[in-house]
C-alpha cells in the first residue's frame, strides 16, 4: 500500500493491518493553538472574577489584607500551572488531544507507530517555550544592554527566531515542530464517521426494474463507481439528474424522466456496477476509471 | 466551511439506520458489512467510553470482548480494502480501527499513576542519565562564577553591565550598611507568599527557557548559566568587598543550593539535547534527538518541582531565618537531600 497523496501516513499495527493517518494541515494547527490560548484565557478570566468578587465580599481590615494576599498568590499559581499544564494534562488524556485540537478533529500521535508515553508528551509540550515564549522573551534578554538600538536588533532577532522555530512546520514535509522532533510525534487527524447506510439494500436481490448487460456495465470503473456512491448518499437532485442523463447517454438508454426513476435507475446501476466490479476484485482484475480498458 | 458544520454535527448523531427485518442485501460485500456492523457499533460504543475517560461504564463482558473487537474490525477493515468498492464503509472502518488503536496502544498510565513512578525512580534515573551534562555545566557554573568576580574586580564598570537593573541598590557605591540591610532585617516584611509565588514562576520560566533553548545545538543554554553565574559572582565580589561574604553566601545558601542546582539541571538538560543535535552518533539525528529531549524533558520536569521548592525557601525561609549559621545550614541541608535523592532513589530501575 502506498500513501495516496503528501498528507497521508502509513502506520502499520501490530496485527498487520496498515492504518492510513493523516497529517494535520498546519492552519488547522494553529487554529487549534489560538482557540487553546484563547480558552486558557478565559479560563484564567473568569478565576481572577471569581477571586475578585470573594476579595470584595472580604471588605477591609488587616486580616483580610492576609486573605487578599492569598488570592493573589492562588491566582498566579494558578495561571502558571494552567499555562503549562494544560496541554500536558489533555494530551495525556484518552484522547490525546487538548481542546482546541479535539474541536478541529486533530489528536496527537507517535511517528514510529508506538505507544504513546508520558515522557514523549512532556517533551513535546516543554519544547513549546521555545516557540511561543522565546521569541518574545529574546528582545527582554538582549535587549537590557543596549537601549534603543539594541532594542531595534533585539526585535530583530526575536523576529528572525520566530521565523525560524514557530515556522519550522512549513519547512518540513512532516509538518513537525520543533516539539515533536524531540518527542518523536506529529499531529495527525482523528476521524471519526458513523457508519452510513449500506446502499444495496431497498432493492432485493433483483436489483428492481433495471437490468443492464454486462457490456453497459463495462463502461465504467472504480472512479466512477466512488462518484456514483457520493452522488447517491448525497441525494441532491440537479446532481442525480446529470449523472443520470451522463449514464444513460453512454450506455444508449433513455434518461430517466422523474425524480423517483433517477433515484431507482442510479440505484440499479450503481448495486449492479459495484457486484460487477467487486466479482473482478475476487479474481485479481481491478478497473481503477473508465479510461482503463475493461477485461 | 460546511463540511466542518457537517463534520461537527456528524460527531453527535447516531449511526446508521437499522435494516428492517426480512430485508436482503443484494451484494456479497453488503451482506458481509449486515454480519458484522453490531459487532462494529459495539466496538464504536466501547472506543467512544474509553475516549470520554469513563472505563467503569464499561461492562465487563464488553471490557472482555474489547481485543477480540478490534481484531476483528481490522481484518473486516483489510478485507473490505480487498473486496469491497464502498467508499463509505471503508472511511468508516479506517477511522474505527485507527480509535480503537489509538485506544488500546495509547498511554496506558493516568497522570496521577505517572507521577507516582516520576518520583520513586524516573526522575533521579533521568538526572543521572545526563552526568556528563551536568558536569560539563558545573564546571561552566564555576568558570561563569570565577569570571564575574574577575571582571568585577579588575573594573568595577563591570558591575553594573553584569547585574543590570536588578542590583536594585546593591552597588560598589553603596555603603556596608545599606548592603547589610538588604540581607537581613525583612522579617516583618508582608506579601512573603506573593514574593515566593512570583518567584517560582519567574525561576520556572527561565529555567523551561533554558532547556528549550537546548534546541539550538545546547550552545544558548551554556550562555544563559554563564550570564547567570556572571551575576552570582559580581554580587559575591560586591559584599566580599563590603566584608560581608559569609553573610551573604548564607543568605543565598538558603534556597540557592536548590535553585542554583535547578539551573545546572535545566542547563544540562539542554545541553544533553544540544549534544544529541550535534552529535547523534550512529541513530539518525532524529531519532537521537528524539531519545535525548524525552530523557531531558523528564529531568525539567522536575526541576520546575525544584524551583516551587526554591521559590518557597527564597520567598519564606530566607525572610523568617535570620542567623548566618543557620541559614548555612538549612542551605546544606537540602543540598545533601537532593544529592542523596538523585544518586540513591530508584537505583533499580531501567535507565531512560
Redesign the interface.
Same mark, same amino acid.
Given at each position: 500500500m502506498t500513501p495516496s497523496d503528501a498528507a497521508e501516513r502509513l502506520l502499520q499495527t501490530a496485527e498487520g493491518v496498515t492504518l492510513r493517518l493523516r497529517l494535520a494541515g498546519r492552519g488547522t494547527r494553529l487554529g487549534a493553538l489560538l482557540l487553546d490560548l484563547a480558552l486558557q484565557g478565559l479560563v484564567l478570566g473568569a478565576l481572577a472574577l471569581a477571586l475578585l468578587g470573594i476579595a470584595r465580599g472580604l471588605g477591609g481590615g488587616k486580616a483580610a489584607g492576609g486573605a487578599l494576599q492569598a488570592l493573589f498568590v492562588l491566582w498566579l499559581l494558578a495561571s502558571f500551572v494552567l499555562r503549562n499544564a494544560w496541554f500536558l494534562g489533555f494530551e495525556l488524556g484518552p484522547r490525546g488531544a487538548t481542546p482546541g485540537k479535539r474541536m478541529l478533529g486533530l489528536r496527537i500521535a507517535t511517528r514510529d507507530g508506538s505507544r504513546l508515553t508520558a515522557d514523549r508528551v512532556l517533551a513535546r509540550n516543554l519544547l513549546r517555550e521555545v516557540e511561543l515564549s522565546a521569541p518574545l522573551a529574546v528582545p527582554g534578554l538582549l535587549g537590557t544592554s543596549g537601549g534603543a538600538h539594541g532594542l531595534g536588533w533585539s526585535m530583530a532577532a526575536g523576529l528572525a527566531w520566530l521565523v525560524l522555530f514557530a515556522g519550522l512546520p512549513l519547512f518540513n514535509r512532516d509538518r513537525l515542530r520543533p516539539g515533536d522532533i524531540v518527542a518523536g510525534t506529529w499531529v495527525v487527524e482523528a476521524p471519526h464517521r458513523r457508519l452510513a447506510a449500506a446502499l444495496s439494500v431497498p432493492q432485493g436481490p433483483a436489483g428492481g426494474p433495471y437490468r443492464f448487460s454486462a457490456a453497459e456495465l463495462a463502461a465504467y470503473g472504480e472512479y466512477e463507481l466512488g462518484v456514483l456512491e457520493k452522488v447517491l448518499r448525497e441525494g441532491a437532485p440537479a446532481p442525480m439528474a446529470a449523472v443520470a442523463g451522463a449514464i444513460a447517454a453512454r450506455i444508449g438508454w433513455h434518461p430517466p424522466a422523474d425524480a423517483e426513476e433517477i433515484h431507482a435507475f442510479l440505484l440499479a446501476y450503481y448495486t449492479q456496477l459495484r457486484g460487477r466490479l467487486e466479482a473482478g476484485m475476487q479474481l485479481g482484475h481491478r478497473r481503477a476509471s473508465k479510461h482503463a480498458p475493461p477485461r | 466551511m460546511k463540511a466542518f458544520w457537517r463534520?461537527l454535527a456528524?460527531?453527535w448523531?447516531? *449511526?446508521?439506520?437499522a435494516?428492517p427485518e426480512g +430485508? @436482503?442485501? &443484494?451484494?456479497?460485500? #453488503?451482506r458481509f458489512?449486515?454480519a458484522r456492523?453490531a459487532d %462494529?457499533?459495539r466496538l464504536e460504543r466501547i472506543v467512544g467510553l474509553?475516549?470520554? *475517560?469513563r472505563p467503569r461504564a464499561i461492562a465487563d463482558a464488553d471490557l472482555l470482548a474489547l481485543p477480540g473487537l478490534y $481484531?476483528q474490525a !481490522? &481484518?473486516a477493515?483489510?478485507v473490505a480494502r480487498?473486496?469491497?468498492?464502498? !467508499?463509505?464503509?471503508q472511511?468508516?472502518l479506517?477511522?474505527? =480501527? @485507527? $480509535?480503537a +488503536? /489509538?485506544?488500546l496502544? *495509547?498511554?496506558?498510565?493516568?497522570?496521577g499513576g %505517572?507521577l507516582a513512578g516520576f518520583l520513586a525512580g524516573g526522575w533521579p534515573r533521568a538526572v543521572r542519565a545526563l552526568a556528563v551534562d551536568i558536569a560539563i555545566c558545573l564546571i561552566v557554573l564555576a568558570l561563569g562564577t570565577a569570571v564575574g568576580w574577575l571582571l568585577c574586580a579588575a573594573d568595577p564598570q563591570w558591575f553594573g553591565?553584569l547585574v543590570? #537593573?536588578m542590583a536594585q541598590g546593591r552597588n560598589p557605591a553603596a555603603s556596608p550598611a545599606a548592603l547589610r540591610a538588604t540581607l537581613f532585617g525583612h522579617t516583618q516584611e508582608?506579601?512573603l &507568599?506573593?514574593l515566593?509565588?512570583?518567584l /517560582?514562576?519567574h525561576n520556572? @520560566?527561565i529555567a523551561?527557557?533554558e /532547556?528549550?533553548?537546548g534546541?539550538?545545538v545546547g550552545v544558548p543554554s551554556l550562555l544563559?548559566l554563564v550570564q547567570n553565574a556572571a551575576l552570582l559572582g559580581a554580587f559575591l565580589w560586591l559584599f566580599a568587598g563590603a566584608g560581608l561574604l559569609p553573610e551573604a553566601a548564607g543568605w543565598l545558601a538558603v534556597h540557592g543550593t536548590t535553585e542554583l542546582f535547578a539551573l545546572v539541571l535545566a542547563a544540562a538538560a539542554g545541553l544533553h539535547?544540544g549534544r544529541a543535535v550535534a552529535f547523534p552518533g550512529r541513530a539518525g539525528v532524529?531519532?537521537a =534527538?528524539?531519545a535525548?529531549? $524525552?530523557?531531558?524533558?523528564?529531568v525539567?520536569?522536575g526541576v520546575?518541582a525544584m524551583l516551587f521548592v526554591a521559590g518557597l525557601l527564597e520567598g519564606f525561609a530566607r525572610q523568617l531565618i535570620e542567623p548566618t549559621a543557620a541559614r548555612m545550614a538549612l542551605g546544606g541541608l537540602m543540598l545533601v537531600l537532593w544529592l542523596a535523592y538523585f544518586g540513591l532513589v530508584g537505583r533499580g530501575g531501567e535507565a531512560?
Open positions: - | 463534520d456528524a460527531r448523531r447516531a *449511526g446508521a439506520p435494516v +430485508w @436482503q442485501a &443484494s451484494l456479497g460485500s #453488503d458489512r449486515l456492523e %462494529w457499533a474509553l475516549e470520554k *475517560g $481484531r !481490522a &481484518s477493515l483489510a480487498g473486496t469491497m468498492l464502498d !467508499a463509505a464503509v472511511a468508516y479506517e477511522a474505527l =480501527v @485507527q $480509535r +488503536w /489509538f485506544q496502544y *495509547g498511554p496506558n498510565i493516568g497522570l %505517572w553591565a543590570g #537593573d508582608s506579601g &507568599s506573593v515566593a509565588a512570583y /517560582f514562576g520556572a @520560566q523551561l527557557l /532547556f528549550a533553548l534546541f539550538v544563559l539535547m532524529l531519532e =534527538v528524539s535525548a529531549g $524525552r530523557r531531558a524533558a523528564l525539567m520536569l520546575v531512560p
